[in-house]
């Protein structure tokens, strides 16, 4: 399993900006497709964004949909997460998570919480109005 250790959450007014961070340790991040979750108060967590093990995959869910961006540096283990013209219902819990891949699935992109192995701790973002 990869460790993971989210940062750059925080709270921002709406319209802001924020950058999440994922580092993960060991050396098979390169060999991992990784996601970004999300959960609210009182709601189940929820996919936010994907990318898979070659890179040149991604998805979002519609709702971030042209607002977040996620994306991956191999060079040093992390993956982000950057968020534009955030609104109050971004406000959530922010999780990163990792699935180990075979380099003959590297295209593959994983939405489901179940897909995912390993999980980060989790970063707050609040978003005020």
């Known amino acids: 399993q990869v460790q993971l250790v989210e940062s750059g959450g925080g709270l921002v007014q709406a319209g802001g900006s924020l950058r999440l961070s994922c580092a993960a340790s060991?050396?098979?991040?390169?060999?991992?497709?990784m996601g970004w979750f999300r959960q609210a108060p009182g709601k189940e967590r929820e996919f936010v964004a994907a990318?898979?093990?070659?890179?040149?995959?991604?998805s979002h869910t519609n709702s971030v949909e042209g607002r977040f961006t996620i994306s991956r540096d191999n060079a040093k283990n992390t993956v982000y997460l950057q968020m534009n013209s955030l609104i109050p219902e971004d406000t959530a819990v922010y999780y990163c998570?990792?699935?180990?891949?075979?380099?003959?699935?590297?295209?593959?992109?994983?939405?489901?919480?179940?897909?995912?192995?390993?999980w980060g701790q989790g970063t707050q973002v609040t978003v005020s109005s």
């Open positions: 998570a990792a699935r180990a891949v075979k380099y003959t699935d590297d295209y593959i992109l994983y939405t489901g919480e179940d897909d995912y192995d390993s």
């Open positions: 060991g050396r098979t991040f390169t060999s991992a497709a």
């Open positions: 990318i898979n093990r070659g890179g040149a995959g991604t």
